[in-house]
């Protein structure tokens, strides 16, 4: 065998030893921090502060003698500031650097909203449905809470069943079973003190199930007269069905099914529903959906 060629040439003298060359960095990569996207903070982005969990949509961001700062909304109307620090927020579950976007940025610019009021979440896919229920007496309720809540309600991953019916509540909460991570909330019509859906609702006593209620005979009457085009909601003679003689004290025809979608039809927000019936819903949410 040929020997090796030597590719040291003799009037360079003797090889010298072999340096090498390292990284100033000396941090493991493993150690290293992975780098993250910037994101313009853009109204309306959606996103959550590492920190303290705080989710919200940007209404605005600001330069501060100490750094830039942005301020989120959450879908209660609820305002908090926090610096724009790197790594500092998350974005649809991943980390996120939030960066000031282009000009007119120090302008305050309001998210478009849901019917219910709270802030749209362009784009968002319906959250895996939670164990957690929330059950409303009929069709008709659940159709209302649809048509006002239903964005907040599949971002949250809540599904709404109708009972037709609370008379078998307390068996039907029982075969439920609520526990600490599949709570249970109940809608009741005409939850007043001395009604039997007062007496019924009584009955319930786990820790795990909310039963709450507005005070109205029926669901139609939580949409504002007004909004459906009417003075006020009649009063009708005990002994008769409710919905037939709503439909002819107000000279409908006595179809409570398209009556029922006459009264649907008007409503378009939040702001077409008494009060009565508001907080009772975002109560129900809030418990099914903060254990």
Same mark, same amino acid.
């Given at each position: 065998?040929?020997?090796?060629?030597?590719?040291?040439?003799?009037?360079?003298?003797?090889?010298?030893?072999?340096?090498?060359?390292?990284?100033?960095?000396?941090?493991?990569?493993?150690? $290293?921090?992975?780098?993250?996207?910037?994101?313009?903070?853009?109204?309306?982005?959606?996103?959550?502060?590492?920190?303290?969990?705080?989710? &919200?949509?940007?209404?605005?961001?600001?330069?501060?003698?100490?750094?830039? %700062?942005? %301020?989120?909304? =959450?879908?209660?109307?609820?305002?908090?500031?926090? +610096?724009?620090?790197?790594? &500092?927020?998350?974005?649809?579950?991943?980390?996120?650097?939030?960066?000031?976007?282009?000009?007119?940025?120090?302008? %305050?610019?309001?998210?478009?909203?849901?019917?219910?009021?709270? #802030?749209?979440? +362009?784009?968002?896919?319906?959250? #895996? @449905?939670?164990?957690? *229920? !929330?059950?409303?007496?009929?069709?008709?309720?659940?159709?209302?809470?649809?048509?006002?809540? &239903?964005?907040?309600?599949?971002?949250?991953?809540?599904?709404?069943?109708?009972?037709?019916?609370?008379?078998?509540?307390?068996? !039907?909460? @029982?075969?439920?079973?609520?526990?600490? =991570? @599949?709570?249970?909330?109940?809608?009741? =019509?005409?939850?007043? +003190?001395?009604?039997?859906?007062? *007496?019924?609702?009584?009955?319930?006593?786990?820790?795990?199930?909310?039963?709450? &209620?507005?005070?109205? !005979?029926? #669901?139609?009457? @939580?949409? $504002?007269?007004?909004?459906?085009?009417?003075?006020?909601? +009649?009063?009708?003679?005990?002994?008769? =069905?409710?919905?037939?003689?709503?439909?002819?004290?107000?000279?409908?025809?006595?179809?409570?099914?398209?009556?029922?979608?006459? !009264?649907?039809?008007?409503?378009?927000?939040? $702001?077409?529903?008494?009060?009565?019936?508001?907080?009772?819903?975002?109560?129900?949410?809030?418990?099914?959906?903060?254990?």
């Amino acid at each position: 065998m040929r020997p090796p060629v030597s590719r040291h040439h003799p009037s360079e003298g003797p090889p010298g030893p072999q340096r090498r060359l390292y990284s100033a960095d000396l941090t493991p990569p493993w150690k $290293k921090s992975k780098p993250v996207p910037e994101v313009a903070a853009d109204a309306g982005l959606v996103v959550e502060e590492l920190s303290t969990g705080f989710c &919200g949509a940007v209404i605005r961001c600001e330069k501060t003698a100490q750094g830039p %700062t942005v %301020t989120l909304e =959450d879908r209660f109307g609820k305002h908090r500031v926090f +610096p724009m620090e790197p790594r &500092g927020f998350l974005l649809e579950g991943r980390p996120v650097t939030l960066v000031r976007p282009g000009a007119g940025a120090g302008a %305050t610019v309001r998210p478009s909203r849901t019917a219910s009021g709270s #802030v749209a979440v +362009p784009g968002a896919r319906a959250r #895996v @449905a939670r164990a957690g *229920r !929330i059950y409303v007496e009929g069709r008709h309720d659940a159709e209302l809470v649809e048509r006002v809540w &239903g964005d907040d309600l599949r971002i949250e991953g809540v599904v709404v069943e109708y009972l037709e019916g609370i008379d078998d509540l307390p068996a !039907i909460v @029982a075969e439920f079973s609520p526990g600490p =991570d @599949a709570r249970l909330g109940v809608l009741v =019509d005409h939850l007043v +003190p001395g009604s039997k859906e007062s *007496r019924i609702a009584a009955e319930i006593g786990s820790d795990h199930a909310l039963v709450v &209620g507005h005070p109205y !005979i029926d #669901v139609w009457e @939580a949409v $504002k007269p007004s909004s459906v085009g009417i003075e006020a909601w +009649p009063q009708v003679p005990r002994g008769q =069905d409710w919905k037939t003689g709503v439909c002819r004290a107000l000279g409908w025809p006595e179809n409570t099914g398209a009556a029922w979608q006459r !009264i649907l039809g008007s409503v378009r927000s939040y $702001k077409d529903l008494q009060p009565e019936l508001l907080g009772r819903v975002e109560e129900l949410i809030d418990f099914v959906t903060h254990p």
